[in-house]
């Protein structure tokens, strides 16, 4: 079935480094990848998304490539701030049955 | 746009208490809308799937009886968590869609519900 495995956190970086998040996924077919992210005490907001191979989401200063070859979708930024710090899900939606499929979650910790 | 509120934020209650957890579309109508529950420091877990007008879809191992759904309107959809225990307690996230598959889900901010 699909399913979407992203690196294990929690993740701690000093403001203005570089930062990646991995993640990879197995999906029959053709899925829509998205980034969420979850502030301590909310729901999820969507971050940004791609819809086909070779497609980039970004927003934010976030940037994403939808990569076939390598089953990936990896977050990155290239300064992070203090606000940036959050809970970051990975998530997959098939566009046959519509469900989003999330992976556990990393949780990214910026200091000052 | 897309506003997607749910009520209550957070609740306590004694173990037995039957708790409702309201999930409503504010400027859009939801044809369908999700029920998801995250554990601590874990990822979100689908519960179910309800469409206006129609029963839930459950997900395999979620107790029906347990964790009823009611979509009633375009823009409401209720998860009664009934004689709630302990091992009930979690993070509860609602999100809501507009018309068909292809459309983004829209979250709610989450029902912290706590057992005692």
């Known amino acids: 079935g699909n399913s979407v495995t992203q690196m294990e956190g929690p993740v701690t970086l000093s403001e203005e480094a570089f930062l990646t998040i991995n993640c990879t996924y197995t999906?029959?077919?053709?899925?829509?990848l998205f980034w969420y992210v979850q502030y301590p005490g909310e729901g999820l907001q969507l971050l940004l998304k791609?819809?086909?191979?070779?497609d980039k989401g970004s927003n934010k200063g976030f940037e994403a490539t939808y990569r076939k070859e390598t089953t990936s979708f990896h977050l990155e930024k290239g300064s992070v701030q203090v606000s940036d710090s959050a809970v970051y899900f990975c998530?997959?939606?098939?566009?046959?049955?519509?469900?989003?499929?999330f992976g556990q979650g990393t949780e990214l910790s910026v200091k000052p | 746009g897309a506003v997607v509120s749910q009520h209550p934020s957070r609740v306590i209650c004694k173990s037995g208490t039957s708790v409702k957890i309201e999930c409503r579309s504010l400027?859009?109508?939801?044809?369908?809308m999700f029920w998801y529950r995250q554990f601590p420091k874990q990822s979100l877990m689908l519960m179910a799937t309800?469409?206006?007008?129609?029963?839930?879809?459950?997900e395999q191992g979620v107790e029906k009886d347990k964790f009823l759904i009611n979509h009633a309107s375009l823009t409401l959809s209720t998860l009664t968590v009934t004689s709630a225990h302990p091992e009930d307690s979690s993070f509860y996230i609602c999100?809501?869609?507009?018309?068909?598959?292809?459309?983004?889900?829209?979250f709610g901010d989450g029902t912290r519900l706590s057992i005692l």
């Open positions: 999100s809501a869609r507009i018309g068909v598959t292809g459309q983004p889900q829209h």
């Open positions: 999906a029959t077919g053709y899925p829509s």
């Open positions: 791609a819809t086909k191979a070779d």
């Open positions: 998530a997959l939606r098939d566009n046959q049955g519509g469900k989003l499929i």
């Open positions: 400027d859009f109508q939801a044809t369908t």
């Open positions: 309800s469409n206006e007008g129609s029963k839930a879809t459950y």
